[in-house]
């Protein structure tokens, strides 16, 4: 009996201290252009791995590259993780998921894969002016020798003019295969999965937790992408120019208010706008209000009023801290001030489109705006014009004027209004004068 309960015990001590000594891994992905969302779900998964006690970071990897700011996010994130992060290269760390492959302390790298080829290229794929590049060999340089790579071979990636003998050519840039970043140094070793690395790391008790991102947080990388940010500043516009063109408060304002809180909203939760960028919207869009109806012409109101709203679209759209841009590149900011700019024409260019034609295009309901002609061979008048001439003259009643009605003189109907009290309808009455057109009578 003692022998079974110092087994038992035994057994206890021995699965309590394997419970122990088991690691927490903290996995996620990122499977896209690196862009704003990328760098969202970074700072998302760093927080969470730490509020987990996480051991250690598995970053699942394939990109051909993307924005340079948010790399450089990325990249500093990444540095400043004070847990250790392993990159798991899963077919391509080309451009920005190159530098963000080194920034990490361990990469991985399945077969066939590749890392390098990190110049920076505008969207139509045109390799940018040198300051450009200047910038990003010293991001590689830099962040390879903090986590113990060869900077040269790192900036080798970007810069074509670098020559090593043996391993790249003058003229172009540096692109590793699988088995070249072992033999260099920017891989740990080839693996085919998250299992794999651990067991190459030599972790054998572990759990996963995987990064698992609710609604709101999808939707918020959702709404953050340039191109959709492009689409809500175009709703904003349209519906602010729609509203201006119909009295009242209406349909295109609430269009406008609903893109204006799909705009800012994401960005404000995303840590790119701030309270002060939303008020400078807010200020510039009501001068622009005050401009258009108060301030006859357009002036200085106006002018100011835009830029305030283009200059608050702009920041909230990038990285700073009140107006300190040293985190963001300035191809972002170039970018960035593009996309807003081109996204308030286009929208101003095609409400105006769609303004006529929704106006005058010929529907089987007809048309918005009323085309049929009221002409004077038709017996039709306007009553500004020429009524002074009846001043005098006599006719009947054939409305009840209380005060207003109608009256019919020398053949012809008028809106008039009686000078005082109720006149009958068929009473005999007399022009007295003639203002706001409506002719005023008397009963006679």
């Known amino acids: 009996m003692n022998k079974i309960i110092t087994f038992l015990l035994f057994f206890l001590l021995l699965s309590n201290g394997y419970s122990q000594n088991k690691k927490t891994i903290y996995s996620f992905e990122i499977d896209d252009n690196i862009a704003k969302p990328a760098r969202k779900k970074t700072e998302m998964a760093l927080q969470e791995a730490k509020d987990k006690k996480a051991d250690l970071i598995i970053l699942r990897l394939n990109t051909f590259g993307g924005e340079l700011d948010a790399a450089d996010q990325i990249r500093t994130l990444l540095m400043k993780s004070t847990i250790p992060v392993y990159v798991f290269i899963d077919v391509n760390a080309a451009s920005a998921g190159a530098l963000i492959s080194i920034a990490c302390d361990s990469i991985y790298m399945s077969p066939g894969a590749s890392i390098g080829a990190a110049s920076v290229v505008n969207q139509e794929g045109e390799i940018m002016p040198d300051k450009y590049q200047s910038y990003m060999r010293s991001l590689m340089r830099s962040t390879a020798e903090k986590k113990g790579r060869d900077p040269v071979l790192a900036q080798a990636m970007v810069d074509p003019d670098i020559y090593v003998e043996g391993i790249i050519d003058s003229g172009k840039v540096l692109t590793f295969t699988t088995s070249e970043a072992i033999k260099y140094g920017f891989c740990e070793a080839q693996v085919n999965s998250k299992e794999d690395i651990l067991k190459a790391a030599g972790i054998q008790n572990y759990e996963i937790i995987e990064q698992e991102l609710s609604l709101v947080d999808k939707m918020i990388m959702f709404l953050i992408n340039p191109f959709i940010s492009g689409i809500l500043i175009m709703l904003i516009i349209g519906g602010i120019y729609f509203e201006l063109q119909t009295p009242g408060i209406g349909f295109p304002l609430v269009v406008a208010i609903i893109a204006a809180l799909l705009f800012f909203a994401p960005h404000y939760l995303g840590g790119l706008a701030a309270h002060w960028e939303i008020l400078i919207f807010i200020v510039g869009l009501i001068l622009l209000i005050v401009e258009i109806f108060v301030i006859p012409g357009f002036g200085v109101f106006g002018i100011v009023g835009i830029s305030l709203m283009v200059l608050a679209l702009i920041l909230a759209m990038i990285f700073n801290i009140k107006f300190n841009f040293s985190l963001t590149s300035t191809s972002d900011i170039i970018q960035t001030s593009v996309i807003v700019v081109t996204s308030l024409v286009f929208g101003f260019v ?91 009578v008397r009963a006679i």
Not at 384 to 395: D, I, T, Y
Not at 400 to 416: C, H
Request: proline share 1%.
């Open 350 to 440: 095609l409400s105006i489109w769609l303004g006529k034609k929704l106006i005058l295009t010929e529907t089987r309901y007809g048309t918005i705006a009323l085309k049929t002609e009221l002409n004077k061979s038709d017996g039709y008048m306007a009553q500004g014009e020429g009524l002074f001439h009846l001043v005098g003259k006599k006719g009947i009643a054939t409305t009840i004027l209380r005060p207003s009605g109608k009256v019919e003189i020398e053949g012809t109907n008028y809106d008039a209004v009686a000078v005082y009290g109720i006149i009958e309808r068929g009473v005999e009455v007399q022009v007295l004068r003639f203002e706001n057109s409506q002719i005023v």
